[in-house]
């Protein structure tokens, strides 16, 4: 049994194949030795993706011609530079299907970003008795800010629990909903299971209840269809450094009348209209929300990072990921011992297991003697841990340039850690 949330793409032979040796040439990392005689495995990418030289390059240039602050800046420079920073908001805007680039909220970090709505829609909006619906396999960064929000207003934190498989039934999403519930975040793509969620389907029912939805898209903007015009969301978070763009900046998409109903969280230069001693106003969107020097050069790498995905074209990428990750089910489910959790119908990315006899830390740091990242832990997600009544997984999790043959190295790395660890 395997399962993929792409399937469709595979089964479509008139999606083409990505050329992987000519993506994989384009990404530095790829290109060397962490130990000796040990090439690069990286299985790593849920955590963070590697980085293409178009990327790169990107950020190097704006720091080496443009370095300047963007906005009112009247020099050739900050002129450049703002350039270049809003035509990034606008790559953003089409990849992501928003209707305007004032619902593009460019953000430090998708938890930056879903902060801001929990500290300006939340606390504007929510009142003592109102449900704040989460599931059971959200990422700490969807779970925590709804918690000190709910502390402050008097809501009451609902969670969806996910069954054995991981995944989170449509019955036990709607037994959760009610009148009171007012908003329901969740994720697109579990970042420790790689379970994909029916964002559609229960944004429909959050709405017929009257809820307001905002969906962490860290892992969904990467793996999956993330048009929020067809979601219709009311709130899209994501980070950059995960869809092959910097660290330090991400997104905030929220549809414009919410947006423009919310006070600013962050107040600061650029976020104003008028300041006085006496009261001040604000500035139009997306700018309200943008207190400060913005992460200039980042969000110039996030543009660059959006054309690379774009230029190779999502359908493919899907398929591709989609053969290794069905791929990798089949391989590593066939080891003795080894334990794969979460085994949803729709899946993206992730491989998480745990290994009989020996702990996920001690498996991670005998792959990494053979030159194969993985990540180990609870992965920001320890609820989902719970679950499963384990402290932590083994997570190898894939990108685009991501193989077969990664897969099959995975697998002869596991074979060794069971020689020091046999099975009790």
Same mark, same amino acid.
């Given at each position: ?14 999606? !083409?194949?990505?050329?992987? +040796? ?11 030795? @962490? ?17 293409? *030289? ?9 720091? +080496?011609?443009? &370095? ?10 900050? *002129? ?9 908001? =606008?790559?953003?805007?089409?990849? %992501? ?9 460019? $953000? ?12 300006? #829609? ?8 109102? =449900? ?12 925590? !800010? #709804?918690?000190?929000? +709910? ?6 934190? /609902? ?8 995944? /989170? ?29 029916? @964002? ?14 905002? @969906?962490?898209? $860290?892992?969904? %903007? ?24 910097? &660290? ?7 549809? =414009? ?24 106003? #604000? ?22 990072? /959006? ?57 991670? &740091? ?9 990540? &180990?832990?609870?992965? $920001?997600? *320890? ?42």
């Amino acid at each position: 049994m395997t399962a993929s949330s792409i399937a469709a793409a595979i089964e479509n032979a008139t999606v !083409p194949s990505l050329d992987v +040796a000519a993506v994989r040439a384009q990404f530095p990392a790829l290109q060397q030795e @962490v130990h000796p005689g040990k090439a690069l495995i990286y299985l790593d990418s849920a955590a963070t993706a590697l980085k293409p *030289q178009s990327v790169i390059d990107a950020i190097t240039a704006s720091y +080496a011609r443009n &370095t300047a602050n963007v906005h009112r800046g009247v020099h050739a420079l900050s *002129q450049r530079a703002t350039a270049d920073y809003e035509d990034a908001r =606008e790559k953003v805007r089409g990849f %992501i299907g928003a209707t305007a680039v004032e619902e593009v909220i460019f $953000c430090a970090s998708a938890t930056a970003a879903i902060n801001l709505v929990a500290n300006s #829609w939340g606390a504007k909006n929510l009142k003592h008795g109102d =449900e704040i619906l989460i599931t059971e396999l959200e990422h700490h960064a969807n779970i925590v !800010p #709804w918690q000190l929000v +709910a502390e402050r207003t008097g809501a009451k934190l /609902v969670v969806v629990p996910i069954n054995d498989r991981g995944e /989170v039934e449509e019955r036990a999403f709607t037994e959760k909903l009610s009148e009171r519930t007012a908003i329901a975040a969740f994720a697109h793509v579990s970042n420790s299971l790689g379970t994909v969620l029916p @964002v559609k389907r229960f944004t429909a029912l959050a709405h017929d209840a009257g809820a307001k939805v905002l @969906v962490d898209g $860290c892992q969904g %903007i990467v793996h999956g269809d993330a048009n929020v015009r067809d979601l219709d969301v009311d709130f899209y978070a994501f980070s950059a450094h995960k869809l092959y763009g910097p &660290t330090g900046v991400g997104v905030l998409y929220g549809k =414009e009348a919410i947006l423009d109903a919310m006070p600013p969280w962050l107040g600061g230069g650029d976020m104003i209209d008028e300041v006085r001693f006496d009261g001040s106003t #604000w500035n139009d969107l997306p700018y309200k929300f943008e207190a400060g020097t913005p992460p200039i050069a980042n969000a110039i790498g996030l543009g660059a990072a /959006v054309d690379f995905v774009r230029d190779l074209g999502m359908d493919r990428i899907q398929k591709h990921e989609g053969e290794v990750l069905e791929y990798g089910h089949d391989q590593l489910g066939a080891i003795d011992g080894l334990n794969l959790i979460g085994t949803a119908s729709q899946k993206a990315s992730v491989l998480a297991f745990t290994f009989d006899g020996a702990h996920p830390t001690d498996v991670g &740091t005998l792959l990494d003697a053979e030159g194969i990242a993985v990540r &180990t832990g609870h992965h $920001c997600a *320890q609820p989902v841990m719970a679950h499963y009544g384990v402290p932590a997984t083994a997570r190898a999790s894939l990108g685009v340039y991501s193989t077969k043959a990664e897969i099959d190295a995975l697998v002869v790395g596991l074979a060794k850690a069971r020689q020091l660890f046999p099975a009790t």
